[in-house]
């Protein structure tokens, strides 16, 4: 099955999504957030770290740290407007949050059809959240720029990032479903695939671009190259004979 037209009910089953570079493209939203943010910091006062091209190293080396849990969001941006000697640096943590909400609209671009299948997923019958690495409100605003409206957890509000177990189980909360019956679709095979595994989900990978499977990591349960391939996935192992 190509298309999501004809699709098969779907209830009982219950999807999980990951977000970036699953359902869509940021396009560096935090970075450019951050740069935005320096702009402020400079004009209250604030001093540059070095060149332009300096600075984008350092967010991306930071944001980096950020994302692999070494600490919060909230605390890279206090580091940030503490390391350029602003005045009152916390008051800054607002100010990025806002920044990067507002982006929104004018960066993120969803894949191609991703908001026509989370549509069809769940007028068939299916459970469909999103569980993401990042924070909120910002992964709720990329989430409705798909037009989902459903669940969407983000693991600073969870207390554990993917591939943590911790993540998962939210996910299966959400879905209200046995994890027997849940799959979680994402494109990083260590992060996305090994973790949904691990905590019992079967696993799609999504490989939009072609790229070879990494050594030693847990195969999927099935690999897709489009969201369009989606359905027939899930339906071949999930109904009697699949």
């Not at 769940?122 to 910002?138: D, E, Q, T």
């Not at 479903?177 to 079967?202: F, K, Q």
């Amino acid at each position: 099955m190509s298309s999501v037209l004809g699709m098969p009910r779907l209830n009982g089953v219950g999807i999980g999504f990951d977000l970036d570079h699953t359902l869509l493209i940021d396009n560096h939203l935090e970075r450019l957030a951050f740069l935005r943010l320096l702009e402020l910091v400079v004009d209250h006062g604030g001093r540059l770290r070095g060149t332009y091209e300096q600075e984008v190293r350092h967010i991306d080396a930071m944001l980096t740290a950020q994302r692999s849990a070494a600490y919060t969001i909230e605390d890279a941006v206090l580091r940030f407007a503490r390391e350029r000697e602003v005045d009152a640096p916390e008051a800054f943590i607002e100010h990025f949050k806002t920044i990067a909400v507002q982006l929104v609209d004018a960066v993120v671009v969803p894949l191609p059809r991703a908001k026509q299948v989370l549509r069809e997923l769940r007028r068939h019958g299916a459970s469909v959240a999103i569980l993401s690495n990042g924070w909120n409100p910002l992964q709720e605003r990329k989430a409705r720029r798909l037009g989902f409206d459903g669940p969407v957890l983000a693991s600073a509000e969870i207390g554990a990032q993917k591939p943590d177990p911790r993540a998962f189980a939210a996910l299966l909360k959400a879905l209200d479903l046995p994890v027997s019956r849940c799959w979680y679709v994402g494109d990083d095979p260590r992060i996305d695939v090994a973790g949904a595994l691990a905590a019992g989900l079967r696993a799609i990978w999504l490989d939009a671009e072609g790229h070879p499977y990494p050594e030693g990591a847990p195969p999927p349960t099935r690999t897709i190259r489009s969201l369009d391939d989606l359905v027939e996935a899930v339906t071949r192992v999930s109904t009697p004979g699949g």
